[in-house]
């Protein structure tokens, strides 16, 4: 709100902040430390870790692009979404 009128400046203030506040939390958070090792260890072992909740979110966001692609014009809809779900799923 700050750098309402001068837009540059506020994206260049997040870019500084946003950085720092994440790596301040890593440093200083042991929880937060322990998450984000999980989920780059679940991110970068995907094909073996599909059951974590890291690895059902990867496989329901490459799922649901598949039926994206596949119904790109009229798309799914949210009453045929579960049906394809389970098309694409098996």
Not at 53 to 75: C, D, M, P, Q
């Amino acid at each position: 709100m700050n750098f309402n009128y001068n837009k540059v400046k506020g994206l260049f203030a997040a870019l500084i902040i946003i950085p720092v506040v994440f790596f301040s939390a890593y440093q200083t958070s042991t929880m937060f430390n322990e998450r984000m090792d999980r989920a780059y260890d679940n991110i970068t072992n995907y094909s073996e870790r599909k059951g974590t909740s890291v690895g059902l979110r990867i496989s329901f966001t490459i799922n649901s692009w598949e039926i994206i692609k596949e119904n790109a014009l009229l798309g799914a809809g949210t009453g045929d979404f579960p049906n394809e779900f389970k098309k694409i799923n098996s």
